[in-house]
């Protein structure tokens, strides 16, 4: 039980922390350890070139796997256009 409850803390941890990373890029350019940084430049940019930088083998899987996340759900995210007011008959 004592085992879960530490797994539990650890996961909530590296999520949180992983989210923190991800604030801006100019953020990013500043973290000294450089499979942070391109952990951090994939999340916000959403692109896996960045991924391919990881020595990490972990790493390199999570931030594939949050980049193929952030980019379905940027291209299945649905779009609605306002129209716009239409011109009063003269």
Known sequence: ???????????????????????????????EDKDKRNYCMASYAASGTYCDMIKSYEMRRDCMSKVVQKQRELSYKVVRKTKPPEEEAK
């Open 1 to 31: 039980m004592r085992y879960l409850f530490k797994n539990i803390a650890f996961a909530l941890w590296g999520f949180f922390a992983c989210h923190a990373w991800a604030g801006d890029m100019a953020e990013c350019a500043k973290i």
